[in-house]
């Protein structure tokens, strides 16, 4: 059998909520909960259904950890907000 290697863009949304779901061993109910407090913001079909790249199932894992070291929602938006703005000053710093 001949191996296939596929080469998705990582903010390409591909994967169904469910599969989401399975991947970051979360529920559907939970990745629904998370969109609407603003922690995902998958991208939509036209139809509107939901659909999750590989850095949403990234970010889902880094949740799902920082809610089993006791943080809320509340309490994990600000640490990936903070986190996104250190990745943007390091970035600033980088490139002058």
């Known amino acids: 059998m001949q191996e296939v290697i596929l080469l998705i863009d990582p ?9 989401a779901a399975e991947l970051s ?41 920082l809610l089993d070291a006791g943080l809320n929602t509340a309490g994990i938006e600000h640490v990936l907000a903070l986190e996104s703005k250190v990745t943007r000053l390091e970035d600033e710093l980088n490139s002058s």
């Open 11 to 19: 903010e390409r949304g591909v994967f169904a909520i469910s599969v």
């Open 25 to 65: 061993g979360t529920t559907v109910q939970n990745l629904r909960a998370y969109e609407r407090s603003g922690l995902l913001e998958p991208e939509r079909t036209e139809g509107g259904s939901r659909r999750y790249s590989s850095a949403d199932v990234e970010r889902l894992l880094h949740i799902r950890a």
